[in-house]
């Protein structure tokens, strides 16, 4: 048999980061602990962003950043897929919770979330401390970055910060990005449909997209601020994703985690053509091939394994065939 897709297609190069389409935000000890409970329930489809910038109280910052790591490093985390937003660049607190968090659970941290950044300087700047404290740590391991966009100074240079080292995500921030318009955008964008046809907010999250994926970081969309409504949610992340290019969305209720997940998978008869492809692709030494009366070759089959790649860690149940190549 010859190499799996990962090898043959992408030897020596960096694939495109795949993650949970969903990141669900817990700020306290209580919903931290609630929401490992339920990645327990329906499985490692879902990040969780354990928050010190809105949780930690004014004054207990620190701890914050070390309940944070106490239940990073907990049972209740097993499957370590938990990351934790810092303060913002502007706050005394950002270099602490760097210190407090890397040392104490730098090797299995998901990701870090840098928020409200006003300009690529300050993203980079962070981004060395956390390099910086993870020398200091004798840690090997690059740690995934995410920065929130939601300033007007971050949009501006949103390419310049997609293309910083450790980068994994780009979060579009709605309601930060709304409010700092003065009133110039309504407040009805904030919610849909208006956040996906107001010309400035299209505008932004088109912007984040394309700088995201040009260079090979996933860009992840807003909150729906319509709590308990699942058709709501299941909607605008439909949208986001169909309409914008979106490939992840934040979830900030626990019901919204599920509808999330469903709107941004592949799919599934996409999947069982993809999967015959690169069987059969596999099988022709991955050199062009005939499927259905179609040509394919390395371009579809790179497609093609990125939306296998989705299918799994969205939950989707692949064939054994399938499954082989992710324990290659």
């Known amino acids: 048999m010859s190499k799996s897709p990962a090898d043959a297609l992408f030897s020596g190069e960096r694939e495109f980061p795949t993650i949970p389409t969903c990141e669900h935000f817990a700020g306290s000890e209580k919903l931290i602990g609630k929401a490992f409970g339920l990645q327990e329930k329906l499985g490692p489809i879902f990040d969780i962003t354990m928050d010190c910038e809105d949780g930690a109280k004014t004054g207990s910052e620190k701890e914050h950043a070390e309940m944070v790591v106490s239940m990073q490093n907990s049972d209740a985390n097993k499957f370590k897929m938990a990351g934790v937003r810092i303060h913002d660049y502007s706050h005394p607190a950002w270099k602490q919770d ?7 659970a730098g090797n299995s941290i998901a990701y870090l979330t840098i928020p409200k950044p006003t300009k690529a300087s300050q993203v980079a700047e962070m981004i060395r401390y956390i390099q910086d404290a993870c020398a200091k740590s004798n840690i090997k391991r690059e740690i995934p970055i995410h920065v ?29 990005f709304v409010s700092g318009h003065h009133g110039a955008i309504p407040s009805s964008a904030m919610k849909s449909p208006g956040q996906f046809e107001h010309h400035l907010v299209a505008r932004a999250k088109s912007q984040v997209v394309a700088a995201a994926l040009m260079h090979g970081v996933i860009p992840a969309h ?14 605008d992340a439909s949208r986001a994703h169909q309409e914008f290019g979106f490939m992840r969305m934040w979830s900030i209720y626990p019901s ?12 599934f ?29 390395r371009a579809t089959y790179r497609y093609y394994w990125q939306l296998v790649k989705r299918a799994k860690v969205s939950g989707q149940k692949l064939p054994e065939t399938a499954l082989k190549w992710f324990n290659s």
């Open 148 to 176: 929130l966009i939601e300033t007007h100074g971050a949009l501006h240079e949103v390419f310049e910060i997609a293309a910083l080292p450790w980068m994994q995500v780009l979060d579009f921030g709605l309601m930060d």
């Open 269 to 297: 008869s996409e999947v069982e053509t993809g999967v015959a492809i690169l069987t059969a692709a596999q099988a022709a030494d991955w050199g062009p091939i005939q499927h259905d009366g179609d040509l394919h070759d």
């Open 98 to 104: 760097v210190d407090i968090v890397v040392a104490g």
């Open 256 to 267: 919204q985690i599920a509808p999330i997940v469903s709107a941004m998978q592949p799919d």
């Open 222 to 235: 807003n909150v729906t601020l319509d709590l308990k409504n699942q058709y709501q949610t299941h909607s």
